[in-house]
């Protein structure tokens, strides 16, 4: 009742009634008639009572009271069923610009951003110097797991993280099953590493969550961290990866030095070992 009242005649194509409309807001029948449904059926809508509907009819209704994601999803909980994912208001485009601030905040340890599809969207200095992560190699995280050199000669556990990643990954395809976009990174990660191809014939599936990684790094030697992946409401097409530390194993300090400029200085073009 309140979205409809918040919804003129005008804004939905229809007179205004002048005179004749007690509250600026749409009728019960005006929705009704403009959602193809019932007036009867969408009084009881309104009233929450025990009444067959469909996601074609709620979606029809959020259409006619202007409903943003969030609130269509909560229609389909009230409904009793299973919410459509959540999309990007268009007012929450422009959060980019605070998440790159918190990454660069997040120095001197390890952080970057990546989209839906495992793109890399944007990392801090720390994961240049520690994950190797630069402009030259395949900009998507699934990929360049299993085709950037660098990377594999520094995670000391690669071959049994391995396993993780691309369950993750899978875990992710699941949420969208008709996804071009997940076929994509897959056929091509199929093409380009054998290992990654029999690890997703198993067809594991794992959520994304926190994960140990060891780093050997030439200028500091071996770093402990965790990494946790995080999720912005606001933003469910990104995902935040921050590298935590492991306390009493020096890393801490050892990544303070690298991003310094003195580390700057003898770290800023590493080589494979």
Not at 97 to 120: C, E, Q, S
Not at 129 to 143: A, F
Not at 245 to 273: F, H, I, Q
Request: hydrophobic residues 40%.
């Amino acid at each position: 009742m309140s979205r409809r009242a918040r919804i003129t005649p005008a804004q939905a194509g229809l007179p205004d009634g002048g005179a004749r409309r007690r509250t600026p807001g749409l009728r019960r029948e005006e929705v009704a008639v403009l959602a193809g449904v019932g007036v009867s059926w969408y009084q009881w809508l309104e009233q929450g009572r025990d009444i067959t509907v469909s996601p074609q009819v709620l979606d029809a209704v959020g259409r006619v009271l202007r409903l943003t994601s969030a609130e269509q999803r909560h229609l389909y909980v009230l409904a009793g069923l299973n919410p459509p994912a959540l999309q990007v208001a268009p007012s929450d485009r422009n959060m980019c610009d605070g998440l790159k601030r918190l990454i660069d905040a997040w120095m001197p340890f390890p952080a970057h951003i990546m989209d839906v599809y495992w793109n890399t969207v944007m990392y801090n200095d720390a994961a240049s110097m520690v994950l190797g992560m630069r402009p030259e190699i395949v900009q998507n995280c699934l990929v360049s797991y299993f085709t950037d050199t660098l990377y594999r000669s520094r995670n000391k556990h690669w071959e049994e993280i391995a396993a993780n990643v691309v369950a993750q990954f899978r875990a992710a395809c699941s949420e969208f099953p008709d996804d071009d976009g997940f076929r994509a990174v897959v056929e091509e990660a199929k093409e380009l590493s054998p290992f990654f191809t029999s690890l997703w014939e198993r067809q594991d599936i794992e959520p994304g969550g926190q994960m140990r990684k060891e780093f050997e790094h030439p200028a500091v030697g071996t770093l402990f961290v965790e990494s946790t992946q995080l999720r912005v409401p606001a933003r469910p097409d990104l995902a935040i990866i921050l590298h935590t530390p492991l306390p009493g194993t020096g890393t801490a300090e050892k990544l303070e030095w690298l991003t310094s400029p003195e580390g700057r200085r003898g770290s800023m073009y590493p080589v494979a070992g």
